[in-house]
């Protein structure tokens, strides 16, 4: 009887010491990232280290202040003139989709700060006041935003009085000739930013263009993960008209038949870490295409319709986000937030 007990126990022991060994190798051993959440009270995780806890993340992690009176959502009641959501699930935005007083006290507590980036380089100088007085009116107003100017005419750039909590950094590149030329490297140039300065202290991006002006508010509703924004040009368009790069020798190239919009490279942005992979991986496919001999037919926004073709944006925003002056507002466009303004290109191409 004794050897028989001292057998069950060796047994137990030994399976034991066996499933030890698996968990060791799971927890230390496996290739695959892994996470540790903490159920602790709120003073106790405070004090933990960054191994300890998960980062609560901007996007899914939405906490709204007690007793915030806003209208009631509906789901069975709201815009029936447009589509508001898209085929893989991402919020298309549009003037009555959202409440601007509910996020705005949702993002106000996490006290987020937002960049954006403008290019005035050559002649599109003229613009760049437009740009950064109207900006100061509806871009995010209430919330910590740093503004960077790229351009080879720092002594032009214009002095704007901007609020408490927003600022403005002028950082100097060549000029060129081509427009071109100054539209490629734009990818490059954020990339850069993000890589030594940005991811510091700041938590989303837009990158706009200035020769641009906003008229109403550009705010929390256009806040996620990656965002582009329709093209106003083509957003009735079958996809047949888009003007995609369709040479297959291009990293650009989308095929007829395939697509999902038109997006605009004069607006798009997101959390840092999505846009600094967009830039990073369309600055790598227009090089390369350049050691071919090959200029996609949009430059960056061609690489970028690309990009956001297989990486698809979290958040759509509609053409009410950069809208063309020179076009006639159409039925479904209720409020132009934003929108490139009326220019004679004879007068500013060649950009010296």
């Known amino acids: 009887m004794m050897n028989l007990m001292n057998s069950k126990a060796a047994t137990v022991i030994l399976l034991s010491a066996l499933l030890l060994g698996v968990l060791y190798c799971y927890v230390y051993l496996s290739p695959y990232p892994r996470a540790v959440i903490s159920f602790e009270p709120d003073d106790i995780r405070q004090e933990a280290g960054p191994a300890d806890v998960i980062p609560v993340s901007y996007e899914i992690h939405l906490v709204a202040p007690e007793h915030l009176k806003y209208k009631q959502p509906s789901i069975v009641q709201g815009r029936s003139d447009v589509v508001t959501v898209t085929p893989w699930l991402a919020p298309v935005v549009w003037e009555g989709t959202f409440s601007p007083v509910l996020l705005d006290s949702i993002y106000k507590p996490k006290n987020i700060s937002v960049a954006a980036t403008v290019f005035a380089v050559g002649k599109y100088i003229m613009f760049l006041k437009n740009f950064l007085e109207t900006a100061e009116q509806h871009f995010f107003v209430g919330f910590r935003v740093h503004i960077y100017v ?13 609020a408490a909590g ?15 030329e100054i539209s490629a ?24 263009d200035v020769d641009s002006k906003f008229h109403g508010r550009w705010g929390t509703e256009s806040l996620g993960g990656l965002v582009a924004v329709i093209h106003p040009g083509y957003y009735r368009d079958d996809r047949s008209n888009f003007p995609y790069e369709r040479r297959p020798e291009s990293r650009a190239y989308v095929a007829y038949g395939e697509g999902d919009f038109y997006y605009c490279g004069g607006a798009f942005g997101g959390l840092l870490q999505e846009v600094h992979l967009l830039a990073k991986t369309c600055r790598y496919n227009f090089e390369a295409d350049a050691k071919d001999g090959i200029e996609a037919a949009w430059q960056e926004e061609s690489h970028l ?6 990486n698809k944006p979290s958040k759509v925003l509609s053409p009410e986000y950069l809208w063309q002056d020179f076009k006639p507002r159409n039925p479904e466009v209720h409020v132009i937030r934003f929108s490139g303004v ?8 060649p950009n010296v």
Request: glycine share 0%; proline share 5%.
């Open 185 to 208: 490297r734009r990818m490059e140039l954020i990339q850069t930013l993000i890589e030594e300065e940005l991811r510091k202290h700041s938590d989303y991006i837009f990158c706009l």
């Open 342 to 349: 009326v220019k004679n290109y004879a007068e500013i191409r």
């Open 166 to 180: 927003r600022q403005l950094t002028v950082r100097s590149v060549p000029s060129s000739k081509r427009w071109q």
């Open 305 to 310: 319709n690309r990009y956001m073709w297989i």
């Open 150 to 162: 790229f351009t080879d005419r720092p002594t032009e750039v214009p002095q704007v009085k901007m």
